[in-house]
């Protein structure tokens, strides 16, 4: 099953992001094939990173839940809210 977990950053954590962006790439990486997706949200400037978008695909939520719980970004305490949905994909890119 797909989830979708929508990030925004706290205003004034630039910094914390930068700080903890190698151990969440890290992160990412362990696991594997789950990660269908993933990438910052930018500023309306195209700039700035304010957030992160994340496609998972694991068994259920509570997979979902535990992979928020163990981003080193949310343990840092980089996000102002987090929000996890679950996602039917229907069409997917052939490239």
């Known amino acids: ?22 151990a969440h790439v890290e992160f990412l990486q362990s696991w ?9 949200l930018l500023a309306d400037d195209g700039d700035g ?4 978008l994340i496609v998972l695909e694991v068994d259920n939520r509570a997979d979902a ?3 928020v719980d163990e981003d080193p970004y949310g343990k840092a305490g980089l996000f102002e809210s987090v ?3 679950p996602y039917k994909q229907v069409i997917k890119s052939s490239t």
Not at 1 to 22: E, S
């Open 32 to 40: 594997g094939a789950a990660i269908s997706l993933a990438g910052p």
């Open 65 to 67: 839940d535990r992979f």
């Open 49 to 52: 990173m304010i957030g992160s």
């Open 83 to 85: 929000t996890v949905h």
């Open 1 to 22: 099953m797909h989830f979708v977990l929508y990030c925004l950053d706290k205003k004034t954590a630039a910094q914390v992001r930068l700080d903890n962006r190698p």
